[in-house]
């Protein structure tokens, strides 16, 4: 991280809670995104990698593959616009 550049770092810990029956954990889960400031706009780079396991059909998986990197730049928007803790 430096003033203009910052890395987030997803690992998945499917073992983290217990198996819980007519779930599917994925046992992989890798990913992140780097922000940038470039200019007065900010260059955001998300990369995953992802293998949901068990019996999810593939248009389903490919549907979460599309989906995510959109609805977590969109959540993201809201937590970079907060204020950063104080300590």
Not at 49 to 61: E, H, I, L
Request: aromatic share 6%.
């Amino acid at each position: 991280q430096t003033a203009d550049k910052a890395a987030v770092i997803l690992t998945g810990v499917p073992e983290r809670l217990p198996a819980k029956k007519g779930f599917v954990r994925i046992p992989l889960f890798e990913g992140g995104w780097t922000l940038e400031n470039v200019g007065q706009d900010v260059k955001v780079v998300y990369s995953a990698v992802m293998d949901p396991g068990g019996s999810v059909p593939a248009a389903v998986s490919n549907m979460i593959i599309v989906k995510m990197p959109f609805e977590t730049v969109r959540k993201l928007s809201d937590v970079v616009s907060k204020k950063p803790r104080e300590g």
